[in-house]
T-cell receptor, first 114, second 113 residues
Framework: GESVGLHLPTLSVQEGDNSIINCAYSNSASDYFIWYKQESGKGPQFIIDIRSNMDKRQGQRVTVLLNKTVKHLSLQIAATQPGDSAVYFCAEILLSGGYQKVTFGTGTKLQVIP | NAGVTQTPKFRVLKTGQSMTLLCAQDMNHEYMYWYRQDPGMGLRLIHYSVGEGTTAKGEVPDGYNVSRLKKQNFLLGLESAAPSQTSVYFC????????????FGSGTQLSVL
C-alpha cells in the first residue's frame, strides 16, 4: 500500500479479479478522504469519497473502507477491467482556518492483466 | 462543458527564462489551485486562490507567482526558471474549499534545461 514519501508500488491483477489498494494516512484529525484515479498523461480524476464519521462507502464497482483506529484507507475495485489500469492515490483533507488542507499520497500503480 | 483546461501541454525552457501557465475553468468554481507532481512524491500545492482577486501561498511557493484577475482563470508564472522546477504541473478547481473534491486539468509537462 501507499503512504506519503514511499516509492510508487505496483499491483498486478488478473482481469475479472477484485483489486484492493491501500493507503496509510497521517493525521487522525482528518475529516474527509478521497480516492483519485490518474491515467497516463492525464490529470487525477475523482473516484469516491468518504467522511470520517463513516466506515464504508460504496459506488459503482468501487468500495472505500476507512479504519480510523489504525489510520488506514482502502479502495476495493470489483471485477477489475483493463480500463482500470492507472495510478490510484488517496487524499486526506483537514479543515483548518476555514480552508481544506489536502495531503496526497504517492500512489499505487494498478496493472490489469488481460 | 470543458471543465479545467490547461495550456500549454508541454514546454521546454532554458534556465533563467520565464513563462506563464494558463488555467481556465468553466464551472464557476470559487477555489483554484496549482500543484506540481514529481516522481515518488504526492501532489504538492504551490499556490491557491479562494476567489477572484485573491491568492495565497501553498506548500512550495518559492520561485512561482500567481494571479487571479478573473474568476475563471488562474495563471502560474515562473520568473526565472530553474532545473528544480522541471515537473508536471496541474491546475485544479473546486466550488468551495470545504471538504470538496478537486477537478483537475490534464497537466503541463515542463522541462527546464
Amino acid at each position: 500500500g501507499e503512504s506519503v514519501g514511499l516509492h510508487l508500488p505496483t499491483l498486478s491483477v488478473q482481469e475479472g479479479d477484485n483489486s484492493i489498494i491501500n493507503c496509510a494516512y497521517s493525521n487522525s484529525a482528518s475529516d474527509y478522504f478521497i480516492w483519485y484515479k490518474q491515467e497516463s498523461g492525464k490529470g487525477p480524476q475523482f473516484i469516491i469519497d468518504i467522511r470520517s464519521n463513516m466506515d464504508k462507502r460504496q459506488g459503482q464497482r468501487v468500495t472505500v473502507l476507512l479504519n480510523k483506529t489504525v489510520k488506514h484507507l482502502s479502495l476495493q475495485i470489483a471485477a477489475t477491467q483493463p480500463g482500470d489500469s492507472a495510478v490510484y492515490f488517496c487524499a486526506e483533507i483537514l479543515l483548518s482556518g476555514g480552508y481544506q488542507k489536502v495531503t496526497f499520497g504517492t500512489g499505487t500503480k494498478l496493472q490489469v492483466i488481460p | 462543458n470543458a471543465g479545467v483546461t490547461q495550456t500549454p501541454k508541454f514546454r521546454v525552457l532554458k534556465t533563467g527564462q520565464s513563462m506563464t501557465l494558463l488555467c481556465a475553468q468553466d464551472m464557476n468554481h470559487e477555489y483554484m489551485y496549482w500543484y506540481r507532481q514529481d516522481p515518488g512524491m504526492g501532489l504538492r500545492l504551490i499556490h491557491y486562490s479562494v476567489g477572484e482577486g485573491t491568492t495565497a501561498k501553498g506548500e512550495v511557493p518559492d520561485g512561482y507567482n500567481v494571479s487571479r484577475l478573473k474568476k475563471q482563470n488562474f495563471l502560474l508564472g515562473l520568473e526565472s526558471a530553474a532545473p528544480s522546477q522541471t515537473s508536471v504541473y496541474f491546475c485544479a478547481s473546486s466550488y468551495s474549499g470545504h471538504n470538496e473534491k478537486l477537478f483537475f486539468g490534464s497537466g503541463t509537462q515542463l522541462s527546464v534545461l
